[in-house]
């Protein structure tokens, strides 16, 4: 079993950032590939950025390439997501997740999810 808290949402102005942060409570965290997704009022929840179990491969949502950096550090159990040059849009419910599969920009490949940690970025 793995449990995730993601924590470091907030109210943020265009233009500023935030870094989110994932903590897992498991002894094998470095065994998972570990994703970033959201999901905005009134809309589906999507793919936003993925980091191998290694830290070796990312992937990003086109929505947040050169905006957003994800990160982990195995020997703290903790992914993290830094988000830059904030845009109204990118107001939503951020949720960590962990998978062992290959897919890791598909939501439906990853077992364990956080509670989720709300951002919302003002115009």
């Known amino acids: 079993q793995v449990q995730l808290v993601e924590s470091g949402g907030g109210l943020v102005q265009a233009g500023g950032s935030l870094r989110l942060s994932c903590a897992a409570s498991?002894?094998?965290?470095?065994?998972?590939?570990m994703g970033w997704f959201r999901q905005a009022p009134g809309k589906e929840r999507e793919f936003v950025a993925a980091?191998?179990?290694?830290?070796?491969?990312?992937h990003y949502a086109d929505s947040v390439k050169g905006r957003f950096t994800i990160s982990r550090d195995n020997a703290k159990n903790t992914v993290y997501l830094q988000m830059s040059s904030l845009k109204p849009e990118d107001t939503a419910v951020y949720y960590c997740?962990?998978?062992?599969?290959?897919?890791?920009?598909?939501?439906?490949?990853?077992?364990?999810w956080g509670q989720g940690t709300q951002v919302t970025v003002s115009s």
């Open positions: 997740a962990a998978t062992y599969s290959d897919y890791i920009e598909e939501q439906n490949e990853y077992r364990y």
């Open positions: 498991v002894r094998t965290f470095s065994y998972y590939a």
């Open positions: 980091i191998t179990w290694s830290g070796g491969n990312t």
